[in-house]
């Protein structure tokens, strides 16, 4: 029976150090590197860090490392952003708020409009019915209740 072999780690180069990304790629690409050229393997280390090091970052405030640089440049940058995020965040609940205290208004208006027509054409209706005006009464309390059915029908 032959021996197997144990996969050897790549070799790490003495020039590296582990902790640094460019270090880490080339640790993990040792093997796939090994029959290039210095300048070769450069460019390559080169490209696949630049790639690596490429990140996203989506939110309402910047990256910490980018509030950093703002504090360089403008002084109590990072206080200034963070408190212009406060005020838009501040100001959109408060538009919410408004719309939906607006919305409830409406909902409940159309509600006591709907209710008093109905009321009305009910009313209406009996007074024509009262004055023997039948079909009069007939087309009011026809309208009224085909408006009640589609009303209740869709849930409003």
């Known amino acids: 029976?032959?021996?197997r072999e144990t996969p050897k780690e790549p070799e790490v180069p003495e020039n590296t150090?582990?902790?640094t990304l460019e270090g880490e790629v080339e640790v993990q690409l040792a093997p796939?590197?090994?029959?290039l050229n210095r300048v070769q393997r450069e460019q390559i280390l080169t490209k696949v860090t630049a790639i690596v090091k490429t990140e996203a970052f989506s939110g309402p405030l910047p990256h910490p490392r980018h509030l950093e640089e703002y504090n360089l440049i403008v002084p109590n940058g990072a206080d200034r952003i963070f408190k212009m995020t406060e005020k838009v965040i501040e100001s959109?609940?408060?538009v919410n708020e408004r719309g939906q205290k607006y919305e409830q208004i409406y909902r409940m208006t159309g509600m006591i409009l709907g209710f008093f027509?109905?009321?009305l054409l009910v009313v209406l209706a009996f007074l024509a019915g009262w004055y023997e005006?039948?079909?009069?009464?007939?087309?009011?309390?026809?309208?009224?209740?085909?408006?009640?059915?589609g009303m209740f029908i869709k849930g409003r």
């Open 1 to 3: 029976m032959a021996k």
């Open 17 to 19: 150090e582990k902790e």
């Open 32 to 35: 796939v590197l090994k029959d």
């Open 92 to 94: 959109n609940i408060s």
């Open 117 to 119: 027509s109905l009321m």
């Open 133 to 149: 005006m039948l079909p009069l009464a007939a087309l009011l309390l026809g309208a009224t209740v085909v408006g009640s059915i």
